[in-house]
């Protein structure tokens, strides 16, 4: 078997062939009176391409219940997006249209039925539920 190392420059990678990385920190730290403990995850997966989440967990003050959810974004489809373990889903994406008088930030899943539209008309950012109820943030 022959090693060779490619010429200075030379460009290794493509879109078919790339690094295969992931990566992932762990980290406990008490803020207040919450133990939170942090799972922090890479993984790339395309040349220029990859997903992160932030699984997060913590006790509830004097009690021994649990709570968690996760923070995720996708590079690829630019979405940034919450989950709690009663599958309450959060989606956050770019407007499509900046300049138009209504802009869609986001929706609210629970399951993989649709709760609610984030919306955002002038400055105002509400919440259109889907039985037409209007909340502001």
Do not use: C, H, W
């Not at 004097?62 to 995720?72: A, G």
């Not at 499509?96 to 609210?108: F, K, N, P, S, W």
């Amino acid at each position: 078997m022959y090693l060779t190392q490619p010429e200075l420059g030379t460009n290794v990678e493509n879109e078919e062939t790339f690094l295969d990385v992931n990566a992932a920190l762990n980290v406990q730290v008490k803020v207040g009176e919450y133990n939170l403990e942090l799972n922090l995850t890479g993984e790339r997966t395309e040349l220029e391409q990859g997903k992160l989440a932030l699984d997060v967990k913590y006790l509830l003050p004097e009690s021994d219940k649990q709570r968690s959810f996760i923070v995720s974004y996708d590079t690829k489809l630019e979405t940034l997006s919450a989950t709690n373990a009663e599958n309450v889903k959060l989606v956050l994406a770019e407007p499509a249209d900046e300049d138009a008088e209504q802009q869609v930030l986001g929706t609210i899943m629970v399951g993989d039925e649709k709760a609610a539209e984030i919306v955002k008309r002038d400055s105002l950012v509400l919440i259109v539920y889907e039985n037409g109820i209007v909340e502001t943030l």
